[in-house]
Nanobody
């Protein structure tokens, strides 16, 4: 079973920055992609950013382009989200999502979420 753990949330001032971290662990697995999904109060879940493990191609949601940067550490099976110029619309629980294969079978694995409040 793959365990996904996020860290780095908190409360930030206007225009401030935060860096979220996420690491996957547990047994033998191969990561294909990792990303961040958020859910704000009264809103649907929104894909914020995603990075592919091989090649490193990235995707960003329109609302965060130019402000957020996703990066990875393949050796640690970790992903990071640098969030700059935060505004109230970024307030949400941020979930880390990992798509990984265990015994050749791919599945999504989710963390418990970390709160970001602006």
């Amino acid at each position: 079973q793959v365990e996904v753990v996020e860290s780095g949330g908190g409360t930030v001032q206007a225009g401030g920055s935060l860096r979220l971290s996420c690491a996957a662990s547990g047994g033998t697995f191969s990561v294909y992609s990792m990303g961040w999904v958020r859910q704000g109060p009264g809103k649907d879940r929104e894909l914020v950013a995603r990075i592919n493990w091989y090649g490193g191609s990235t995707f960003y949601g329109d609302s965060v382009k130019g402000r957020f940067t996703i990066s990875r550490d393949n050796a640690k099976d970790a992903v990071y989200l640098q969030m700059n110029s935060l505004h109230p619309g970024d307030t949400a629980v941020y979930y880390c999502m990992t798509y990984a294969a265990v015994d050749g079978r791919g599945s999504e694995y989710w963390g418990q979420g970390t709160q970001v409040t602006r």
